[in-house]
Nanobody, 121 residues
């Protein structure tokens, strides 16, 4: 099994910045896509940003221009740099990867445990 471990959440003032990190707990054969989702209280989980094995990226309109997703393939890590944070960015942020382990014949989806981001003055 693979665990995804997130870090970097916390309390930040409006206009501030945070960098979220997510690491896979073991060596991975291949990662197809790495992305970040978020879920605010009373709302559905939504995709924030994705980065594919090609290096292409996608962003939700709500964070486009304020966030950057990046990956370190050697470390099996994905990052989300968020700038100019707004109160509406407050949510639990989840790391998600579609990957193949060395012992698996297929790609499977894995989720992190979530990290709280609170934007408030």
């Amino acid at each position: 099994q693979v665990e995804l471990v997130e870090s970097g959440g916390g309390l930040v003032q409006p206009g501030g910045s945070l960098r979220l990190s997510c690491a896979a707990s073991r060596s991975i054969r291949a990662i197809n896509v790495m992305d970040w989702y978020r879920q605010a209280p009373g709302k559905q989980r939504e995709l924030v940003a994705a980065i594919y094995s090609s290096g292409n990226t996608d962003y939700a309109d709500s964070v486009k221009g304020r966030s950057t997703i990046s990956r370190d393939n050697a470390k099996n890590m994905v990052y989300l740099q968020m700038n100019n944070l707004k109160p509406e960015d407050t949510a639990v942020y989840y790391c998600h990867m579609i990957l193949r382990t060395w012992s698996s014949a297929s790609y499977d989806a894995y989720w992190g445990q979530g990290t709280q981001v609170t934007v408030s003055s």
